[in-house]
């Protein structure tokens, strides 16, 4: 079945369908020049839909990340190229569990600057050898992408670090903002050369590269596409400083499924959404997605895990033995406190020295028996901080040391040059308590290496003098570090609180043995269970549920440049011709419109909502035609709608969502309910009273048949908050009254039971029935939830005895947007356009008639 996304605008106006070619599986092409892009949009890129199928169906996955897994060596002679997996790479780490029947590809950069000359070699061998697709980027393009966007700006404020002079971060800079965006497009192209996208996933990482799904899902409108954020997200107040936050936030919203490693980090997300975009979040049978535009967005939770089958095949190599043995030796009778960090400013480094220096000072029995090791790795960053951090790190050991030494005894040991890995296992597996005290950190996985390396092995034991004696361990963790929720079993500190970090490193020593052996068991079990492969199979198979409607769904593109997104909606959705509803009411002799009131004839953003002399004419207009019968749908109260519409004679209104009706002008209102006691309003009003003055921006509105507590102008995330309890509370003490406890748009709304604007289509049809008068054309319009139960009702009506058996049926809602209608007109505007239309051709039937 080809696809069907559709992004060509035009098309949808007409409510032709554009008709899409097989096209097969393209070959992939070597892209090898990187520019600075001018403009966001690429000429064409919103004329074509999703591609369709290939005849090979074969399941593949997609990793795009900033770098490829891969190591890459000039031989000796400067001839060619060597390259080799990394085995330390996440990206390839993920592959292992999800089997070998899945075919992965990868698109990213390399470490190492290859010659344009080169690219095109390059680029075949790597796409032979490996399935990767380099992207190779201009020293001069990936510097202000990199080093400019990413670790200036994105980096720093991710990790909470406002720019508030240019020494801080560094202040927001256009130019590296097109660079990110042109890196990303240039990455979108490299995904466009080789994507299969009816049936490859696409699964994005990181945060250099958030704008990427944006060009994906502009270029394949049902593309499969994941994005996992590894870094952490900041809260609203940190993000929303951010000058291009909204690009960032809808870009996002472009995938299907966002993943992070705590529910801090998604729920900072999911804030800043509702309070930059409008959009709320539900959690569904235990999924939390988002609705955006009739796609559902959905969210996960899950802390990346580790290879331990590559950290125990280290753990078994002689090197490691020997130097376990070695270091054993080096500090035999002391207690190795270990610390593993990049040189970075969020790393802790030096509160880490701080702490042991205040250790040594509290407790002097201490001295000349703790050791703290600690491994700084060099800096992924550059610039002014990192040479800051370096100096005080440098300082801090230094002193510690000439206070504390003694000849053959170093209290602080700061090793900077790079170690193998199999050294780096080593230190884990003598050091008695591993210290990771970030004060900001995405996850950070060296507290499960180290868990892993503490289980140990049967000669690893016996070199210790550990054989057949239970496993220990032992965790200082910052609570800012994600895998923090997920160590339970870990002492846990605010690394700024340096006599706090003090006092848990001496617990961690003095702590009894079994305690910490239990607190071992603990932890090893949760990270033995939850490895990468595990992380990745679950966030693979939540990916696959999230797009598995992708084919059931019509997609149209709307939107330019980072503004860009795709509505989802029934495939026979479409825009209401005016032409064709003309027609269709010329020819037809017994018709039924309904229409709704704001929103619909008069604008949401409107202060003043009374009905101008335009909207009264047009309902004259219409009433004044015999043929047909003209309702009023409104939420309002009956008063102001009697006051408004006075001079529409034949008008019928029904009020308060149609408990309230009247047929005309002239006529009594009636109930469409049976509800006549209101007694329930003594219990529902003083909770509602209690709500808004704890709520700063909520009002009441009280209704003859309801009470509706509004929220729109309070603070969004206290009002959606206070929205939900004040919901549970009512529905809480009006258990046993007639009534039902609804929440919609900004408001909670309590009124008796069975009230709906589908009442009012279903009294209306039943009356034209009894009347002798069998509708063949059927108008209903509305625009947000309260319609659809209208909307059902007339659609409904098709195939039972109210309508004519050639009746034609028209529900239409405001906007393109998710709908029981089956057309949707754009905004008021429209609809007055296109009810003129119906009162002129009204007019002139009328004059026919007359001259006739």
Known sequence: MASRSYSNLLDLTSGNSPSFNRVGKRLPRVMTVAGLLSEIDDEGSNSVGSEGPSSICQERIIIVGNQLPLRA?????????????DEDSLLLQLRDGLGEEKEFMYIGCLKEEIDPSEQDEVSQILLERFKCVPTFLSPELFTKFYHGFCKQQLWPLFHYMLPLSPDLGGRFDRSLWQAYVSVNKIFADKVREVINPEDDYVWVHDYHLMVLPTFLRKRFNRIKLGFFLHSPFPSSEIYRTLPVRDDILKALLNSDLIGFHTFDYARHFLSCCSRM????????????????????VSIKILPVGIHIGQLRSVLNLPETEHKVAELMDQFKNQIVMLGVDDMDIFKGISLKLLAMEQLLLQHPELREKVVLVQIANPARGRGKDVQEVQSETYTTAKRINEMFGRPGYKPVILIENPLQFYERIAYYVIAECCLVTAVRDGMNLIPYEYIICRE????LDETLGLSNLPKKSMLVVSEFIGCSPSLSGAIRVNPWNIDAVAEAMDSAIVLAEPEKQLRHEKHYRYVSTHDVGYWSQSFLQDLERSCRDHIRRRFWGIGFGLGFRVIALDPNFRKLSGEHLVSSYKRTNCRAILLDYDGTMMPQASISKTPTAETIEILNGLCRDPKNVVFLVSGRDKGTLSEWFAPCEGLGIAAEHGFFLRLKCDAEWETCASATDFEWKTIAEPVMQLYTETTDGSTIETKESALVWHYQ???????????????DHLESVLTNEPVSVKSGQHIVEVKPQGVNKGLVADRLLLTMLQKGMLPDFVLCIGDDRSDEDMFGVITNAMSGPSLSPVAEVFACTVGKKPSKAKYYLDDTTDIIRMLKGLTSASDQASRIDNFS
């Open 73 to 85: 060596h000039r031989r000796p002679n400067q001839s060619s190229w060597d390259f080799s997996w």
């Open 277 to 296: 975009l409008g959009i709320g979040y539900e959690s569904k049978r235990g999924y939390i997605g988002l609705e955006y535009f009739g796609r559902t």
């Open 456 to 459: 140990s092995n049967d000669k």
């Open 713 to 727: 102008y309070a603070d969004p995330d206290f009002g959606s908050c206070q929205a939900k309890e004040l919901l």
